[in-house]
Nanobody, 126 residues
Framework: QVQLVESGGGSVQSGGSLRLSCAVS????????MGWFRQAPGKEREGVAT???????NYADSVKARFTISQDNANKILYLEMHSLKPEDSAMYYC????????????????????WGQGTQVTVSS
């Protein structure tokens, strides 16, 4: 049974930083896409950043140069370093993982086909 457990959310002021973590267990695949997605009240879920098991990363334009996704492959832990946070970054952040069958190491920001965590809230005040 695949489980993803996020931690590290919280409340910060604008310009602050947070680090999210996600522990992935029961995930048997050796090639994957993992990522962070977020959903604000009244808005659709959107992709924030993804990373392939080979290390290739992909970011939403809105977070480029502010957020960094990384992973501990051996322990299957996913991270999201967030800096220069803005009120518009406030949302529930979800960790996600799926198998990558194709030879490409690119992971899109589409939310299709993932296993999901329960989410961790990030609130940025102005």
């Amino acid at each position: 049974q695949v489980q993803l457990v996020e931690s590290g959310g919280g409340s910060v002021q604008s310009g602050g930083s947070l680090r999210l973590s996600c522990a992935v267990s029961g995930f048997p695949y050796i090639r994957w896409c993992m990522g962070w997605f977020r959903q604000a009240p009244g808005k659709e879920r959107e992709g924030v950043a993804t990373i392939h098991s080979d290390g290739n990363t992909n970011y939403a334009d809105s977070v480029k140069a502010r957020f960094t996704i990384s992973q501990d492959n051996a322990n299957k832990i996913l991270y999201l370093e967030m800096h220069s946070l803005k009120p518009e970054d406030s949302a529930m952040y979800y960790c996600a993982a799926k198998v990558s069958y194709v030879s490409s190491t690119f992971c899109s920001l589409s939310d299709r086909g993932f296993y999901w965590g329960q989410g961790t809230q990030v609130t940025v005040s102005s």
